[in-house]
């Protein structure tokens, strides 16, 4: 039972470039979500999932798109990567958007140059 | 204004002592808190979930205070395996949460 997996672990993009960030979680919880994390910022939502074939913009979404591929699996896009977007990048999912806890993947280290 | 506001510490405290951490939301409508627990680059963790009757579990102690709209952690018997980072997490409109930046403690021998 290996929980929320993520990857990749690290990537180092150009400015302007493509990636995808991979995240499934093996605990059949239907709602999944992504996060970023910044030095002194918190966790930030960039978007979640409250069930398979459900997504919805949080509170940082802007240069980011998402796709809930089925119920275990959840990605996370950047189109054109910027400087603005090296980050830490968590996943996390939960029971139902209503349960309270979630439990995150080890995070992507994402650094934009 | 933040949402969810932390002393980043960092709090310094020798193994055995008593240290408690507090954290105030803005959003009087909140309904759920939380603590998480994030170890050096490694993902966050639940702690506890803060109760408005408080809650303790073992050495550890969450009280939620509405009126003046914070939430405490309070730890006793500091081990070194407590030193962490501890995030508040609240909750706001529409079942959104927001995390706090983060409390270092440091436990020394």
């Known amino acids: 039972n290996a929980g929320v997996t993520q990857t990749p672990k690290f990537q180092v993009l150009k400015t302007g470039q493509s990636m995808t960030l991979q995240c499934a979680q093996d605990?059949?919880?239907?709602?999944m979500y992504w996060y970023r994390q910044d030095p002194g910022m918190g966790l930030r939502l960039i978007y979640y999932s409250a069930s398979e074939g459900t997504t919805d913009k949080g509170e940082v979404p802007n240069g980011y798109n998402v796709s809930r591929l089925n119920k275990r699996e959840f990605s996370l896009r950047l189109e054109s990567a910027a400087p603005s977007q090296t980050s830490v990048y968590f996943c996390?999912?939960?029971?139902?958007?209503?349960?309270?806890?979630?439990?995150f993947g080890p995070g992507t280290r994402l650094t934009v140059t | 204004r933040k949402e969810v506001e932390q002393d980043p510490g960092p709090f310094n405290v020798p193994e055995g002592a008593t240290v408690a951490f507090n954290c105030t939301y803005s959003n009087s409508a909140s309904q759920s808190f939380f603590w998480y627990r994030q170890d050096c680059r490694k993902e966050p963790k639940l702690l506890m979930s803060v109760y408005s009757s408080g809650n303790e579990d073992g050495r550890f102690t969450a009280q939620l205070n509405r009126a003046s709209q914070y939430i405490s952690l309070l730890i006793r018997d500091s081990k070194l395996s407590d030193s962490a980072t501890y995030l508040c997490v609240v909750s706001g409109n529409f079942n959104k949460f927001y995390f706090g930046s983060g409390t270092k403690l440091n436990v020394k021998p």
């Open positions: 996390a999912s939960s029971v139902s958007r209503a349960a309270y806890e979630q439990y």
């Open positions: 605990m059949n919880h239907n709602s």
